[in-house]
């Protein structure tokens, strides 16, 4: 399987703390994505950067991209209680055009 | 208000007998797909499509068909049930820009095999 890994599997911190999530993944890709699941709901999409891009912002997200290494990380700044969800990576290797999943991290942000 | 609608939602049924999943979505996405969520094992692609008439497997097809006879719909279809296929559904659609797929996803069907 093609399928990435998140790291940690779950994490839990308090309100106003900072959260990184990192990915791992096998194969060179096009792009890299994080998506955002609320419990049980569908997936919502929050960032994407490019294969060619090592480091992209969008308000409080941070995500960084190590193509040499196959990994990715995610940082939520000034954690707030919405931010509690499951968070996944999303790979398009550049073989094809499916998309592969990793575990996921679940994310508890204490009031 | 853009979207991708599935349904059912909730669906329990027997073993052997037939059932379509349907998936639409009304923002005029070339690139339509479905997904399975089991715990502990994230989302797993079954197939996907490019475009109308185009459809490929994913990861894990055995034991489901899909079609793509239109543009905004794309059904799945569980010929006979099993078990195994008891999971948490999605569909998910992206326009395809720049070799880009930013997927938006439907709210899951969940499906129970007896």
């Known amino acids: 399987s093609q399928q990435g890994e998140e790291d940690p599997q779950a994490l839990s911190i308090q309100e106003g703390e900072n959260a990184t999530m990192n990915c791992s993944y096998k194969?060179?890709?096009?792009?890299l994505q994080w998506y955002r699941q609320n419990s049980g709901r569908g997936l919502v999409h929050l960032i994407l950067?490019?294969?060619?891009?090592r480091e992209k912002h969008s308000g409080r997200l941070r995500v960084t991209l190590d193509t040499s290494k196959k990994s990715s990380s995610l940082l939520i700044t000034a954690s707030r209680a919405a931010d509690t969800a499951s968070y996944f990576c999303?790979?398009?290797?550049?073989?094809?055009?499916?998309?592969?999943f990793g575990t996921g991290t679940s994310l508890t942000v204490i009031p | 208000e853009a979207q991708v609608t599935q349904n059912p939602r909730y669906l329990i049924t027997v073993t052997g007998k037939k059932l379509t999943v349907t998936c639409s979505q009304n923002?005029?996405?070339?690139?339509m797909s479905w997904y399975r969520q089991d715990p502990g094992l994230g989302l797993r692609q079954i197939y996907y499509?490019?475009?109308?008439?185009?459809?490929d497997k994913g990861d894990v097809p055995e034991g489901y068909k899909v079609s793509r006879k239109e543009k905004r719909n794309f059904p799945l279809i569980l010929e006979s049930p099993s078990p195994n296929q008891t999971s948490l559904y999605f569909c998910?659609?992206?326009?395809?820009?720049?070799?880009?797929?930013?997927?938006?996803f439907g709210p899951g069907t969940r499906l129970t095999v007896t």
């Open positions: 923002m005029n996405h070339e690139y």
């Open positions: 998910a659609s992206s326009r395809i820009q720049g070799g880009s797929y930013e997927q938006y």
């Open positions: 499509s490019m475009n109308v008439e185009v459809t």
């Open positions: 194969t060179s890709i096009n792009n």
């Open positions: 950067i490019r294969s060619n891009e």
């Open positions: 999303a790979t398009d290797p550049n073989t094809g055009n499916q998309f592969y």
